[in-house]
């Protein structure tokens, strides 16, 4: 199993940017496919970008294309997701996830490790 603990988020002016970070406890970090959701009050848990175990492939959503990207440090058992050109409805609780199994990247329910979430507001 892994714990994950995410941070990095707050309040920002829409164009500008934020950087989340995910640290995971367990010693087989290298192990996991990681991915990064987001959750709008009164709305499902979204797909917003997933990071391969070798860091060689990405995936983004397209309402984030081109303005997020996700990395990963093993070394350092973290995942990142910068976040530029931010905008209004991109405000969520963003969630951190992890899974070393088979399924679809984009589902929550792929992924059984999940962090607390951290609050993303963006201000027009």
């Known amino acids: 199993q892994v714990q994950l603990v995410e941070s990095g988020g707050g309040l920002v002016q829409a164009g500008g940017s934020l950087r989340l970070s995910c640290a995971a406890s367990g010693r087989t970090f290298s192990s996991y496919v990681m991915g990064w959701f987001r959750q709008a009050p009164g709305k499902e848990r979204d797909f917003v970008a997933a990071i391969s175990r070798s860091a060689s492939t990405t995936y983004y959503a397209d309402s984030v294309k081109g303005r997020f990207t996700i990395s990963r440090d093993n070394a350092r058992n973290t995942v990142y997701l910068q976040m530029n050109s931010l905008k209004p409805e991109d405000t969520a609780v963003y969630y951190c996830?992890?899974?070393?199994?088979?399924?679809?990247?984009?589902?929550?329910?792929?992924?059984?490790?999940w962090g607390q979430g951290t609050q993303v507001t963006v201000s027009s």
């Open positions: 996830a992890a899974t070393g199994g088979v399924g679809s990247r984009t589902t929550p329910r792929t992924y059984p490790y």
